[in-house]
C-alpha cells in the first residue's frame, strides 16, 4: 500500500475511535530526551532505581523493535468532563477519567486495543509494550501533536494539559509530521511555579520530582515530610494544582462539559473516611477503578492496604475536623503500619482533647517502638498547641 495512503487510514481510524489528536514520526533514537533527562541531574536520580530498565529505555526504539520505522503517536482528551467536585478536591483529573494507563477493559483501554488491530489488520508489525518503552511526550512533540509547558506537562491544542498520549511502534514507513518541540509559554509567566502547592516547580520547565504531590500519592515514597502532608491538602491520588493555574489552560477549563454517570455515582460514595477504613468491597467498587490501572498483584494488595489509606489519614488530618477523630483511632489500632503512623499524625494534626485522648489510648496498647514514638511527637505537637 502506497505510504501516504497507509498514512491517512491510519489517521482517519485513530480520530474515529474517539482520540483528539493523532501524528507520526520517524522511530530514530530521542537523544534530545536522554540530554534532557541527564541535564536534570540528581533530582531524577531516583528513576534509575525505581523502573526496572530505567527511565531511558526506550529512547532508541529499534533497541525494542529492529524493524522500526514509525511512531504512531495518539493523544486521549480528558478534559471535556464534568468532574464531580469532592472527587476534583481529592483525586486528579487523569485518574478520574481513566485515561492514564487504562484499564484493558475499560473503554479507553478497549480504544487502544482496536487501534492496535487495525494497524495489524493493515499489515503492520506493532510495538506498544507499556509507557516506559517509548518516551511518549518526546514522541507525541516530535510527531507534531503537543508542545511543553512550563509545568513540564504535554499540551495539545483545544485540550489544554488534559491529554494522555500513547505511542505505536510499527515497521512501516509513512509520511511524518513536522516536530513542535517547543515550550510556547511565555518567558515571565510564573503562574504555575506560584500555584504549586509544595515549590516542586522552581522555573520553567524544572522540577524537584520528590516535592511534587503527585509523587508521593502515587507511591513513590516512602515516609512524607511534614511540609509535604500539610501542603497536600486533601488530595490523596494526584494534583492538578499548576494546570488549572495555567492560562494555556484557560479555554479548556471553560469550555462547555459533559457528566460522567458513573463518576457522579462514585461521587455520591466517595468518602476519605471510607478510604482509610476500606474493605475489599469498597476499595473495588470506589477506589480501584480511578487509581490507575495497576496490574501486579502485589502493587494492588499494597495500594488498598497502604497507599490510599495513608493518603486518607493524612488528608483527614488536614481537616482539623475533630468529627474524623473515631475513624483515625480505629486505624491506628487496626491498620497496617504506614498507616497507623499516619493516622497518629492526623490525629495531633487536627489537635484537641478528643484528639489527644485517642492518642493516649492508643499509647497504651502500642508495643511497636517506632509507633509509640508517632503518637508521642502528635501528642507533644497537642501540648505545644494548648501552652500556645
Known amino acids: 500500500m502506497d505510504k501516504t495512503v497507509l498514512t491517512q487510514k491510519i489517521k482517519d481510524k485513530a480520530l474515529q475511535l474517539g482520540f483528539a489528536k493523532v501524528g507520526i514520526t520517524t522511530a ?12 536534570r541531574g540528581k533530582a531524577y536520580a531516583w528513576m534509575f532505581t525505581h523502573f526496572p530498565s530505567g527511565p531511558t529505555d526506550g529512547i532508541r526504539p529499534r533497541d525494542l523493535m529492529p524493524e522500526a520505522k514509525s511512531i504512531v503517536c495518539v493523544a486521549y482528551d480528558f478534559s471535556q468532563i464534568d468532574y464531580p467536585e469532592n472527587l476534583l478536591a481529592s483525586i486528579g483529573r487523569t485518574y478520574l ?14 480504544r487502544l486495543e482496536l487501534f492496535h488491530k487495525y494497524l495489524e489488520e493493515l499489515g503492520c508489525a506493532v510495538f506498544d509494550k507499556g509507557p516506559q518503552q517509548c518516551p511518549d511526550r518526546w514522541a507525541a512533540a516530535r510527531a507534531g501533536i503537543v508542545t511543553f509547558g512550563g509545568n513540564n506537562m504535554a499540551y495539545a491544542e483545544g485540550c489544554g494539559s488534559f491529554v494522555n498520549m500513547f505511542c505505536f511502534i510499527i515497521d512501516k514507513e509513512l509520511d511524518y509530521d513536522s516536530p513542535s518541540i517547543e515550550r510556547p509559554c511565555p518567558p515571565d509567566c510564573r503562574l504555575c511555579i506560584d500555584a504549586c502547592p509544595t515549590n516542586a516547580l522552581t522555573e520553567q520547565g524544572k522540577m524537584i520530582p520528590s516535592r511534587c504531590i503527585s509523587f508521593h500519592t502515587f507511591g513513590m515514597s516512602g515516609y512524607v515530610k511534614e511540609e509535604i502532608r500539610i ?10 494544582a499548576c494546570q488549572e493555574a495555567c492560562p494555556r489552560n484557560k479555554k479548556a477549563l471553560e469550555a462547555p462539559k459533559h457528566k460522567s454517570p458513573f463518576l457522579e ?11 482509610l477504613l476500606m474493605d ?17 498483584a502485589q502493587v494492588i494488595y499494597d495500594a488498598k492496604e497502604e497507599l490510599f489509606p495513608r493518603s486518607a489519614a493524612i488528608a483527614l488530618g488536614n481537616s482539623q475536623d475533630e468529627s474524623h477523630v473515631p475513624a483515625l483511632e480505629k ?11 499516619a493516622s497518629a499524625w ?35 505537637k497537642i501540648k505545644s498547641e494548648i501552652r500556645v
Open 331 to 341: 486505624a491506628l489500632g487496626t491498620r497496617r503500619k504506614v498507616v497507623r503512623e
Open 97 to 110: 477519567s481513566n485515561g492514564y494507563l487504562p484499564k484493558p477493559d475499560s473503554l479507553n483501554g478497549s
Open 280 to 296: 475489599d468491597d469498597y476499595f473495588e467498587r470506589v477506589v480501584f477503578p480511578i487509581m490507575g490501572a495497576y496490574t501486579d
Open 28 to 39: 530514530d533514537d530521542f537523544d534530545e530526551f536522554e540530554e534532557d533527562l541527564h541535564s
Open 346 to 380: 492526623a490525629l495531633g494534626r487536627i489537635g484537641g482533647e478528643k484528639a489527644k485522648e485517642a492518642l493516649l489510648r492508643c499509647s497504651k496498647t502500642e508495643d511497636d517502638p517506632e509507633l509509640k514514638q508517632a503518637i508521642e511527637e502528635a501528642l507533644g
Open 231 to 240: 501542603a497536600s491538602g486533601s488530595r490523596i491520588h494526584g494534583c492538578d
Open 265 to 275: 455515582k462514585i461521587s455520591r460514595e466517595f468518602d476519605l473516611e471510607k478510604v
